[in-house]
């Protein structure tokens, strides 16, 4: 079945955060909204049959998860990654977010340090210093050729006492990298010596774009593992992040039974009977959907970075090796941040994430969400060319 990514929906009055909470962050509503990851597709039609086949049942009272809950997650990993995962290292989380801040409270304690790597996903900031840890930066370095790396020596010399944990996300938002085994193996073998739980956040491990390959941090051998929380979903890749459901996976047995205990002291265990069956949907039937969407998320990709270098060079993409996420260098425009983001706002009518929110090194760049038709794409693109003449 082919299916069509080039419609457009009108997501309007849906409560979707994108779309009706505009105003709320930007001031007005007439933007075309780039920003929120979420995706303008239809979430596929597999899932939304399975969803209505339940509602044709009257009840909607308490849920649990059967067996194929985790098993249909194994299966994925097992298929799409070559991960070998054990059913007893599997949990749940009603979201992303959610594990990490249960995983900071259950594996920390107050005033520990944890280290991230900004520019960084603006809610690792907020678990960290909302649960009173120490935030401590290991900021990526931009190479000359313009990607982004991990800094080991300022990471080794970051490293206490006191540390605890690093958070990284796999594939990065918002830079883009689908870290390398290389680059994998140094951080693990980093976090090994210095006993550091590496709390992995690999909600983006869907969106990989060939010839690069997502590795799970755990999957590199079992020293690696035991100092591993790996924390993904459904929820990105097939566009279902409405439902709040997620799988953690933790083959320390210790961090595992610290881990259900926090989730099952915030009685956040349950879960919820559409997230389950829209998971299991997910991951037994979508893989044709996915191929076809990471086909046509691609060439939206490879379209904004021809656009931008022929129309707009004043405007540079870090090109993503995964992720529907592009982070825009606009130094070149020589314009202050605050008069960048006001153009974007006022003038070219566009919604992007502020590069500030990501932490260090994030002024003077926004990210762009490129997961969207791409009539409306090139809509945007035309938008954006108001910096082409630096007005
Ligand atoms: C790296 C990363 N982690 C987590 C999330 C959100 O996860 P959840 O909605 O399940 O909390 C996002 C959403 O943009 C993300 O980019």
Same mark, same amino acid.
């Given at each position: 079945m082919q299916y069509d990514f080039?419609?457009?929906?009108?997501?309007?009055?849906?409560?979707?955060?994108?779309?009706?909470?505009?105003?709320?962050?930007?001031?007005?509503?007439?933007?075309?909204p780039l920003w929120v990851a979420d995706m303008d597709f239809a979430t596929p039609d597999f899932i939304l049959s399975d969803l209505k086949n339940r509602l044709k049942h009257p009840i909607l009272g308490y849920t649990m998860r059967k067996p194929i809950f985790f098993e249909s997650y194994k299966n994925w990993a097992k298929k799409r990654y070559n991960w070998e995962v054990q059913n007893q290292w599997l949990d749940f989380s009603p979201g992303v977010v959610g594990a990490l801040a249960i995983a900071i409270l259950a594996l920390t304690d107050e005033n520990d340090e944890i280290i991230i790597q900004p520019p960084v996903y603006h809610p690792f900031f907020e678990v960290i210093k909302g649960n009173q840890r120490k935030l401590v930066e290991n900021p990526l370095q931009k190479n000359s050729n313009g990607t982004y790396q991990m800094d080991f020596d300022d990471l080794r010399n970051k490293i206490t006492d006191q540390t605890k944990m690093i958070l990284i996300a796999n594939p990065h938002n918002p830079v883009g990298r689908v870290?390398?085994?290389?680059?994998?193996?140094?951080?693990?073998?980093?976090?090994?010596?210095? $006993?550091?739980?590496?709390?992995?956040?690999? +909600?983006?491990?869907?969106?990989?774009? *060939?010839?690069?390959?997502?590795?799970p941090i755990a999957s590199l051998n079992s020293a690696v593992a035991q100092q591993t929380i790996t924390v993904t979903s459904p929820s990105k890749t097939f566009n279902i992040a409405g439902l709040s459901t997620s799988v953690v996976i933790i083959p320390n047995e210790k961090y595992r039974q610290k881990y259900n205990r926090k989730l099952t002291d915030m009685h956040l265990f349950l879960g919820n009977i559409f997230g389950n069956i829209a998971l299991v949907s997910a991951y037994q039937k979508g893989e044709e959907w996915l191929e076809q969407l990471l086909q046509y998320l691609k060439t939206n990709r490879d379209f904004v970075i021809h656009y931008l270098n022929k129309?707009?060079?004043?405007?540079?993409?870090?090109?993503?090796?995964?992720?529907?996420?592009?982070?825009?260098?606009?130094? $070149?425009?020589?314009?202050?941040?605050?008069? +960048?983001?006001?153009?974007?706002?006022? *003038?070219?009518?566009?919604?992007?994430?502020?590069?500030?929110?990501?932490?260090?090194?994030?002024?003077?760049?926004f990210r762009l969400n490129f997961a969207l038709p791409r009539p409306k794409l090139k809509e945007a693109l035309q938008k954006l060319e108001i910096f082409s003449t630096n007005k």
């Open positions: 080039d419609q457009i929906i009108n997501r309007a009055d849906t409560d979707s955060i994108k779309y009706d909470k505009m105003k709320y962050f930007f001031g007005r509503n007439d933007l075309q870290w390398n085994k290389e680059e994998l193996q140094q951080l693990g073998d980093i976090a090994v010596q210095n $006993n550091l739980i590496i709390l992995s956040d690999d +909600i983006h491990a869907d969106f990989v774009y *060939k010839p690069h390959r997502y590795i129309k707009i060079p004043a405007v540079k993409p870090v090109a993503p090796e995964g992720t529907f996420l592009m982070w825009l260098d606009f130094s $070149n425009t020589g314009l202050p941040h605050e008069k +960048i983001k006001d153009i974007l706002i006022n *003038k070219a009518l566009l919604a992007l994430n502020d590069g500030k929110s990501f932490g260090t090194n994030g002024e003077k760049y």
